[in-house]
């Protein structure tokens, strides 16, 4: 049963369609694509917690963005242990995800009130996060799962399920739309939003503009 917060949450996630997510060591790289983002209109934001200075950088990150704009929900990613989910709940973050299902943080979350987006690869794996009463469950690594033909064959005999797609997925109108047309309740941009193929960071024009593109066919789509 979801609090009146986390229903607020997974509300303001499922009707952006987004959730960009930031992977940077670099600090002030970091603070540079969460203003792109922020600019781009998008009101989620998911940092990594994938580096040696990530849970600095989150804490930092996390009172920039919010003082920035306190309606941006700013939430952790790529936690898988229950020093990290305590760590980053401390620092007040909106929202813990994780690459998999973990139990310890799945009850840290739970005890905190913290909403909490499990990993899933398995039709198992969803059955059981969602018996332990978790509503968006990402489904990672989707693309290696085979994309969207693994959503359209597991949403058949679980058509309740809210799934957020995430792995692989570019940062363009046709595949975005796509999945979202699929049923897929928002899809996590990363490597493909914030950097070019060569490895190099996007311009903050360029963030700016797809996020923009993305967010405002997103909209299109769910008003109908």
């Not at 969460?34 to 989620?44: F, K, L, P």
């Not at 760590?87 to 973050?93: C, F, M, Q």
């Not at 979350?109 to 899933?120: A, L, V």
């Not at 940062?171 to 897929?184: F, K, S, Y």
Request: with cysteine; glycine share 8%.
């Amino acid at each position: 049963m979801l609090t009146t917060i986390n229903h607020n949450i997974e509300e303001k996630i499922t009707l952006s369609g987004i959730i960009p997510l930031i992977d940077n060591d670099n600090l002030e790289t970091s603070k540079a694509l969460c203003e792109a983002t922020i600019n781009s209109g998008c009101n989620i934001i998911e940092f990594g917690i994938r580096h040696e200075e990530s849970l600095k950088h989150c804490e930092i990150l996390f009172n920039f963005v919010k003082k920035r704009s306190p309606e941006i929900l700013f939430g952790a990613g790529s936690i898988s242990d229950v020093s990290n989910a305590k760590k980053v709940i401390n620092i007040g973050v909106d929202f813990v995800i994780g690459p998999g299902l973990d139990r310890g943080v799945a009850k840290e979350c739970q005890e905190s009130n913290t909403f909490y987006i499990p990993g899933c690869a398995t039709v198992n794996e969803i059955l059981k996060a969602r018996e332990m009463g978790f509503e968006l469950i990402k489904i990672f690594p989707v693309k290696l799962l085979g994309g969207t033909k693994f959503l359209k064959a597991i949403k058949a005999p679980l058509p309740w399920l809210k799934a957020i797609p995430a792995g692989g997925i570019k940062a363009n109108l046709t595949d975005v739309i796509e999945w979202i047309n699929l049923g897929a309740r928002a899809v996590t941009l990363g490597s493909d939003l914030y950097k070019k193929d060569s490895g190099k960071i996007n311009s903050v024009f360029e963030i700016e503009k797809t996020l923009k593109i993305l967010l405002r066919k997103i909209a299109k789509i769910k008003k109908t």
